[in-house]
């Protein structure tokens, strides 16, 4: 006779009055396949934890977000935030579907140029662009989004060495009713520094200024903030033409669009707080289509949306490596995975799915990294029906930042692949190996032997 | 261990504890083990039906069934 599917026995206290706000328990089904490939077959090919990257997924939300945007306004151009995921793949997704790059240092800037993108279709911000970078960017004819007064002093100067216009625009930081406010970066509107540097830049006639720039945060909750920038960006547009009969032939409004995630304390989930594409587009283009500038001629638009077109694209497949009960009782369960490759579970409660049947019984309790240390936790509380070493896990919508800026730390770097839009398998990314680590570390002659018999 | 005289169990899995006021919940393995305990089986007989039944290797039952034990015990519904 077969055996039963085991399942590790569970009782749990029920709590009468305090049910789920939302009635459902949306992190109890099981998800065994992605895109239609089985996780177990996936973990059993290329190792376990593994990055998987959904093909589909990306190029079914960039057109979501794109077509928000071009359905209430003409001229609409994303750039492709490198630092939210820089995997050559995936930026040659979104390369595909017609977005340029948007880059903020030197190898960035590198690696877009090698992926094939035209040095006239990438945006170069940052506040640390090196006098290479920006001879660089200035060969190219890329756009040079200036950050600070010494960068724009320096760019004048190099300018007259190459004797070369670049074309140029700065980055503006406002008070768009949001707190914290970002002003780290950029020149500010309110006190007229903004207004000083176009002044200078204009004045100077050594460069093209040919748009305006503003990156006024990331996650915002609210779409308003983006219409304020954007009447902001066509203020500023509208003052130079009328001063130095100047276009101004875009308006960037950088990234900052919330995903679907929840943000971590967060009493409302990600999917019901969050803004759609259609209402953030509805904001910045109703401020564009109303703004003074925009009645002479309507400025190109350009978005450097990062986490809310990849975040979903991307999963994380784990394995539990063991089960504990802490001491106040509470169940913790051990992942193959931890924090130093799952950075965002810092400012997300990611959700979190078995890879496997279960039944509908389940316990609270702590999911943590291997990395024997006590900031390793990718849930601190979580509802999760039992599930034994060995067992698979999906942390969903990871795509975003993890893949750049994870650690190697302990264990090498895991592979990544993505699904294409036939369900096909590609490696994007190899696992690293400890050859790649050392071949990148010197040994001083003297230390190389030692004696310990 | 014995499961509390007073416990209530129902054919769902509910468990429900009168002098405390607590209810709870168990899945149908936590079930079956309860219902042995129940008819003062012992650890061992306990383990040898859930190994005959179900796809588990002894190590890992035993485990399970220790962790299971101090649940029950925590919440009241078993005694030593
Ligand atoms: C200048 C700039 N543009 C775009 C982005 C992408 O932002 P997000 O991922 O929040 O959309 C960033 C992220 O920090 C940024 O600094």
Redesign the interface.
């Given at each position: 006779m077969e055996k039963l599917r085991y399942e590790r026995p569970v009782v749990k206290k029920l709590n009468t009055g305090m049910m789920n706000k939302f009635g459902t328990r949306t992190e109890y089904n099981p998800v065994t396949h992605i895109d239609g490939v089985s996780v177990k077959g996936l973990i059993e090919k290329y190792g376990s934890p593994l990055f998987v990257i959904s093909e589909r997924t990306i190029r079914q939300t960039y057109q979501d977000c794109k077509r928000a945007f071009t359905n209430r306004y003409p001229r609409v151009q994303m750039a492709w935030s490198y630092k939210t995921n820089y995997i050559n793949a995936v930026c040659n997704v979104f390369h595909q579907e017609g977005s340029w790059a948007e880059v903020v240092s030197g190898f960035e800037y590198n690696k877009a140029l090698q992926n094939g993108v035209p040095g006239n279709k990438i945006i170069f911000n940052g506040p640390d662009k090196t006098d290479n970078d920006l001879k660089l960017a200035i060969d190219h004819n890329s756009l040079i989004h200036i950050d600070h007064l010494d960068e724009l002093y320096r760019l004048m100067e190099i300018t007259k060495e190459v004797n070369k216009r670049p074309r140029v625009a700065i980055r503006v930081n406002m008070d768009t009713g949001v707190y914290p406010m970002w002003d780290r970066f950029g020149f500010n509107y309110e006190t007229g520094q903004a207004w000083d540097a176009i002044n200078k830049i204009i004045l100077n006639d050594q460069m093209d200024l040919v748009g305006l720039h503003c990156h006024i945060g990331t996650f915002m909750l609210t779409a308003n903030a983006y219409a304020i920038a954007a009447s902001k960006l066509a203020d500023l547009a509208y003052h130079i033409h009328a001063k130095f009969n100047k276009k101004i032939s875009y308006i960037d409004l950088g990234g900052g669009f919330a995903s679907k995630n929840t943000l971590r304390g967060s009493y409302l989930q990600g999917n019901v707080s969050s803004p759609s594409f259609d209402d953030y587009a509805e904001a910045i283009c109703s401020a564009l289509l109303n703004a003074e500038y925009s009645k002479q001629e309507l400025p190109l638009l350009i978005l450097e949306t990062g986490r809310a077109l990849i975040d979903d694209a991307g999963s994380l497949c784990g394995t539990v490596l063991a089960n504990k009960r802490l001491s106040d009782g509470r169940r913790a369960t051990i992942m193959d995975f931890g924090v130093n490759i799952l950075f965002t579970s810092f400012w997300y409660e990611h959700k979190l799915s078995p890879a496997q049947e279960f039944s509908h019984y389940t316990e609270d309790g702590v999911v943590y990294g291997p990395l024997c240390m006590n900031i390793d936790v990718i849930r601190e509380n979580i509802t999760l029906p039992p599930m034994k070493k060995g067992d698979n896990v999906v942390v969903h919508s990871v795509g975003a930042y993890n893949m750049t800026q994870w650690m190697q730390f302990i264990a090498m770097r895991p592979n990544v692949v993505m699904i294409d839009m036939d369900s096909k398998v590609h490696l994007i990314r190899n696992k690293e190996t400890l050859e790649y680590i050392n071949n990148i570390e010197e040994m001083p002659a003297y230390l190389k032997e030692f004696n310990l018999s | 261990m014995k499961i509390k005289k007073n416990i209530a169990i129902s054919e769902s899995?509910f468990?429900f504890n009168p002098t405390t006021g607590?209810?709870?919940?168990?899945?149908?393995?936590?079930f079956e083990?309860i219902h042995l305990l129940k008819e003062d089986k012992n650890k061992d007989e306990i383990k040898q039906t859930i190994l005959?039944?179900?796809?588990?290797d002894e190590s890992?039952?035993e485990k399970?069934?220790y962790?299971?034990s101090?649940?029950?015990q925590?919440?009241q519904?078993a005694e030593d």
């Open positions: - | 899995g468990i607590d209810s709870f919940s168990t899945n149908p393995i936590g083990i005959n039944r179900y796809a588990v890992t039952f399970d069934f962790d299971f101090t649940l029950l925590n919440s519904i």
